[in-house]
């Protein structure tokens, strides 16, 4: 059996401080850049890179962010482009039309980020073009923002697993040198994520819907 070496325990820091800040219900970016300061610092005392290598990873990270922030300007003014033109409102008068209370609600949202995500075959601009529609359902059907955000969040990743010409079969398949069709019969975890997650929505412990206030 192999052995995997020295264990650098100090490196999975700045993971550690992300997670804990998570939890803390602080701004996401704030969380990020602690983690970012975090392990240039670590990186820097441990002679890793210099202030200029730092630098250097961090210009390569953003690089590597810059199709996806392209994508979200278009599908920003998609979305706006839309809504200008009924196009979203078409949209909710069919995801809504045999939609009845917040548990109607709740899979109507769950079947919007689903759809979405079978189109744009991207579970992050699936969530942006949803969000809108998602927040006007989730105050139609008086269900707390948190609650939706999560089910955007869960079904996303439920439709991205099991699509094959998603980007992550599509790499899986490149590795593994198959078909990534071969692969969907064995993501059980989406599988499961997706049964429990609509037995969820369906069991008395699902949290209850937000009354509007006067």
């Known amino acids: 059996m192999g052995s995997l070496g020295t264990i650098h325990w100090l490196n999975i820091l700045p993971y550690i401080v992300v997670i804990a800040l998570s ?8 969380v990020l850049l602690m983690g970012i300061v975090t392990a240039t610092v670590i990186g820097m005392e441990s002679g890793s890179f210099d202030f200029i290598g730092a630098l250097d990873s961090i210009h390569k990270g953003m690089l590597s962010m810059a199709d996806i922030s392209l994508i979200s300007i278009v599908v920003g003014g998609l979305a706006a482009l839309m809504t200008h033109m009924g196009g979203i409102q078409w949209l909710l008068d069919k995801i809504t039309k045999h939609a009845h209370g917040a548990l109607g609600g709740k899979f109507a949202i769950a079947f919007l980020i689903l759809l979405l995500d079978l189109i744009t075959t991207n579970n992050t601009v699936s969530i942006m073009i949803a969000g809108p529609i998602s927040k006007d359902l989730s105050d139609t059907y008086h269900i707390s923002k948190s609650y939706t955000a999560s089910i955007l969040d869960v079904f996303s ?58």
């Open 23 to 30: 939890f803390m219900n602080i701004n996401v970016l704030i």
């Open 157 to 214: 990743c439920v439709g991205q697993g099991l699509i094959p010409y998603g980007g992550q079969l599509l790499m899986a398949g490149a590795i593994a040198q198959v078909s990534a069709a071969a692969i969907v019969p064995y993501s059980w975890y989406c599988m499961v994520l997706g049964v429990v997650s609509v037995l969820f929505l369906l069991s008395h412990f699902s949290p209850k819907a937000v009354r509007a206030r006067i």
